[in-house]
């Protein structure tokens, strides 16, 4: 090792109590970070699960939609009129809505039901480890998700109950489709789900909309648009941004999250700048004996540059092993954290941002040194 | 003496501000020549700290020059300081300055490490030195394993290392015993006989006038006559 980063690692160490309660300052400031900025990515992903899980190519939603859960409505008839533009080879429509399911116990729970015509092309459910997508066209069956038979109160395949009244039968489940607002979707056939919600035929949420092979998307967006007044087409990155936007900004949810990062940056940067700054304070007439002895200021930046970096990457190192338990204990839950790999190397450079933006407080008391402080000791 | 190595003109240097302002030097001309061991005594606050720290280009003068190896100290910034420092002085404290958490090898090794000189010549270049203040059989070891005089040559060793034109000893037997502050100063006689370099040390303890080649005295911030070493118990060399 470099004699520079001996000095660096030992002055460190030198005082391990302090040592631990910088690494304790750092790791709390970043598993803060990693949680808030891991819920915002586990939201994100939530709140577009249902369009990045969609075939479409377009989507027809009415003017101002602000989100898949959005429960504005088309007529359908938009759908015909769309069918008939140039490039356009399917239009399918989608519809969402509140329900209620009959416990057997007695009682009902919310549901929110999303429906379409799978046959032909509309949303199915995914990850599917009991029963099959097929078995949905039959009119009254409904596929779950497995977290949420506690609270629909069944126990898998063949259970049976009422939606709004209606009979219905679960002839699906899945793993894994969890909603962020905790209320249990539940898929089934366009009418069945129209009766459900109590949509009438001529009603849709939205239209799925697929091209034909080799048409330009930008121009059948633009048809659509010049041929159907009062609707949006939008692709379903735009769509998810939307949706994005509106669940994470509109709502205040990204803010809060947001501020729970900042707060995380500052808290790490007062700890780790305080501690440091104690450290160069303790180490001054070593500073001084190095500047005495000709030393540029540069090696003794380094020095303390290097002591953030080594606090930087084991309080990284540390924090990511908690930040991966945290991720691991979450999956499973409505709302998930999630650690991309951006998302840790962006964190990594936020520390390491953090540990060297706090050195300049200390370097700042070493740019003043006089030498000669070390001939009157 | 062959080569002047400090030289220094009309120096004065005035401390503090306000009512707090001391004249601590005055009117000061020196030269100080290579191959031979100068002492600078006087009692305490007479400026021979002060002295040292402008001869060691740690400080400007206010008045007069400094020249260090053909370079003026005055204008220069706290960088051009330091490189001066770096490239032609070493110094020697009165409390060692070592570090704590380097060994005394490392502690050796960082004067040529600040120098930008690393790797395998600088450790055969540490090890060399520290055999030469017979120390290398405690290279691993850190200063507080260290007795006082065994610290201050570490010290020694560190100021020669980069083989400096002018060692600069600040009170170096001041935190010594006897024996030790003898051993120290027979060291710094050793390396003053080489002819390019010179030792300069500051020091109230008339019994070390005996190893030097030159004393000077001073009182009050002013430069008295040139007195001729005596010959006293601590006298190490029959020249005189």
């Known amino acids: ?377 | 003496m062959t080569k002047s190595i400090i030289h220094a003109t009309n120096v004065g240097k005035t401390l503090g501000t306000g009512a707090a302002q001391v004249q601590a030097l005055k009117h000061v001309d020196l030269s100080l020549d290579g191959g031979g061991m100068t002492l600078l005594m006087g009692p305490s606050g007479s400026g021979k700290t002060t002295l040292l720290s402008l001869l060691g280009g740690m400080l400007t003068p206010s008045e007069g020059t400094v020249e260090i190896c053909g370079h003026s100290t005055e204008g220069a910034d706290a960088e051009e300081l330091a490189e001066i420092r770096r490239r032609y002085i070493g110094f020697v404290f009165q409390t060692f300055h070592l570090f704590p958490t380097l060994t005394a090898a490392e502690n050796v090794q960082l004067a040529l490490d600040v120098r930008g000189e690393r790797g395998a010549m600088a450790r055969a270049r540490t090890r060399e030195v520290l055999t030469k203040v017979d120390l290398v059989r405690k290279a691993e070891s850190f200063p507080r394993q260290l007795s006082g005089g065994e610290q201050q040559r570490v010290a020694i060793a560190r100021a020669v290392v980069a083989e400096p034109a002018v060692i600069l000893a600040d009170e170096p037997t001041a935190a010594l015993d006897g024996v030790n502050g003898q051993a120290i100063m027979a060291l710094l006689s050793a390396i003053a006989r080489e002819p390019d370099r010179a030792v300069l040390v500051v020091t109230h303890d008339a019994r070390l006038t005996g190893f030097a080649d030159k004393v000077l005295h001073i009182e009050d911030g002013v430069l008295v006559p040139e007195a001729a070493p005596s010959s006293n118990v601590y006298r190490m060399r029959g020249s005189a």
């Open chain 1, 1 to 377: 090792m470099a004699l520079v980063a001996t000095l660096a690692s030992r002055n460190l160490l030198q005082d391990r109590l302090r040592f631990v309660a910088t690494l304790i300052g750092i790791v709390f400031s970043v598993v803060l970070v990693m949680v808030q900025m891991g819920l915002y990515l586990g939201f994100g992903r939530m709140v577009t699960t249902m369009i990045d899980h969609a075939p479409a190519d377009l989507w027809i939603v009415s003017r101002g939609t602000k989100s898949f859960e959005d429960l504005s409505l088309l007529d359908t008839r938009i759908g015909d009129r769309v069918r008939t533009l140039a490039g356009v080879a399917a239009v399918v429509p989608v519809v969402i809505g509140f329900s209620a399911w009959q416990l057997p116990g007695g009682g009902m729970t919310p549901i929110f039901v999303v429906g379409s015509n799978i046959a032909a092309g509309g949303i199915a459910p995914w990850d599917i480890v009991n029963g099959s997508v097929q078995a949905l066209s039959a009119a009254g069956h409904v596929a779950v998700d497995r977290t949420y038979f506690g609270r629909l109160d069944v126990t898998g395949i063949g259970a049976k109950t009422e939606i709004r009244g209606l009979p219905a039968q679960v002839a699906a489940v899945t793993d894994g489709i969890r909603s962020f607002t905790t209320t249990p979707y539940v898929f089934a056939d366009l009418n069945s789900a129209r009766s459900y919600i109590g949509l009438p035929a001529s009603s849709a949420s939205h239209l799925l909309v697929r091209l034909k092979p080799g048409a330009d998307i930008g121009q059948v967006q633009s048809a659509i648009q010049a041929a159907v007044p009062n609707v949006e087409a939008l692709t379903p990155a735009q769509f998810r941004t939307r949706s994005r936007s509106f669940w994470l900004f509109g709502t205040g949810a990204g803010a809060a999250l947001f501020a729970g990062a900042l707060l995380g940056v500052i808290v790490g940067t007062v700890i780790v700048a305080q501690t440091l700054y104690s450290s160069t304070k303790d180490h001054l007439y070593e500073f001084a004996t190095l500047r005495a002895i000709g030393c540029s200021k540069g090696y003794i930046y380094t020095v303390i540059v290097l002591q953030a970096l080594i606090s930087a990457v084991l309080g990284f190192v540390i924090a990511a092993v908690i930040g991966f338990a945290i991720v691991a204990a979450t999956a499973k839950t409505s709302l998930p954290i999630v650690i991309t790999p951006s998302l840790l190397a962006a964190l990594f450079l936020l520390t390491v941002a953090m540990c060297v933006g706090s050195a300049m407080v200390a370097i700042s008391r070493v740019v003043r040194l006089e030498p000669v402080m070390v001939m009157a000791r």
